[in-house]
């Protein structure tokens, strides 16, 4: 007590603020002075690593540079110094907090008002703290931050918005119900023509006429095995044929449907057929008899099949707007989904999320469907605006792509699962019908009514995003299939 009274019993001149104008105190003593009083007990903080501007407080002005005289050689050893000394507290604290030097004793009047709504916060993490994403450093620091380099975002993978080459197609039917293309594993794409299957070998361009089914009948599908070589071709007595296609053979004739054979699939071992009866046969070529089992649910024709990566479900689309998934003993379905409004032609099994099952509607519906099979929800549903007549899964990174048909006769390229568009592919003049993936993951095939097949590089490869498909990638140009 006793010494803040003799502290304000002190001179005017003694009580003077530090910042004050030396003009209004011209009796100021000196510091030697015997008058003047030292008070040793008085606590005076160290400010110098106080961070005024967080509370809103001015720093006072960085002091004067020093002359030539003063510097000498010391010129850019103190400019070096000064910059580093900058750009760190700019990296600390941020280049908007203005610290140009340590900050001094404020004046009392520059503290701020602490019931402002401003200062609310003061004691909560501020938002401008936060690092970007893309951010390698430790601290945070804002991206305009003059001098501090970051690593750039990612740019969008770009799509080639044209084909890298276009077959012509003769006799290439424009009907929804059928499925006329396959990439076999062993880089060799099937097509039916009319009532020939027509073997496009894509590493040497060599075309090959596997089969002429003669003028009674044509046809309806086409399917190959996982492995090897065996091809499966559905046709419109309801029959299906394997043919060895190394060899130009046909091995087996199989019969069991009475009316068209349009979707085929195979699982490691067996092969499913789908045809306009409504029944889906399961054949096991190994056996003797043409079916071991049958598969009634559909109401309609059976238009899409697609077994699931690990060979487990089989998941049928039809014409009766439902889709159905059966396991490997079932002859009944055990799921079914009836949210399509139009028949269910495009399915697609992912092959990054087991139990994952996107599929699309016809011209009525111009949806895509995702399911989870494991638990039996519906995820989410896609308005693409035009009929989806295909889709596939890319193996290499979580996209997919949708084929379509009226009334825009688009190609889709969509990023999974934010359903994103990554590219819009145009050029087919009638219904994009037809759909085949490359063994490696990186090209696509679509076939339409205007009798031409077209290769697109769409998906990246597995180990660089910008590695282009050897199928191909080098030949331009338009040539015949047959």
Known sequence: MNNSNQSSSSSPSQSTPPLKSQSQSPKTPSLSSPSRTIYSDRFIP?????NYALFHISPPPPPPPPSDAARGGGEDNSSSSAAYTALLRTALFGSDLGFGAPPGTPDKKSFPVYNSPVNRNIFRFKSETKRPLHSSSPIGFDDHSPGVSHSPVKAPRKVPKSPYKVLDAPALQDDFYLNLVDWSSHNVLAVGLGNCVYLWNACSSKVTKLCDLGMDDSVCSV???????SLAVGTSNGKVQIWDASRCKRVRTMEGHRLRVGALAWNSSMLSSGSRDKNILQRDPRAQEDFVSKLSGHKSEVCGLKWSYDNRELASGGNDNRLFVWN???????????EHTAAVKAIAWSPHIYGLLASGG???DRCIRFWNTTTNSHLSCMDTGSQVCNLVWSKNVNELVSTHGYSQNQIIVWRYPTMSKLATLTGHTYRVLYLAISPDGQTIVTGAGDETLRFWNVFPSPKSQNTESEIGASSFGRTHIR
């Open 46 to 50: 160290c400010r110098s690593s106080s």
């Open 223 to 229: 399917g190959w095995a996982q492995r090897g070589t």
């Open 328 to 338: 490997q003993h079932s002859t009944q379905p055990i799921l079914k989904y009836c």
């Open 362 to 364: 016809g011209t009525a």
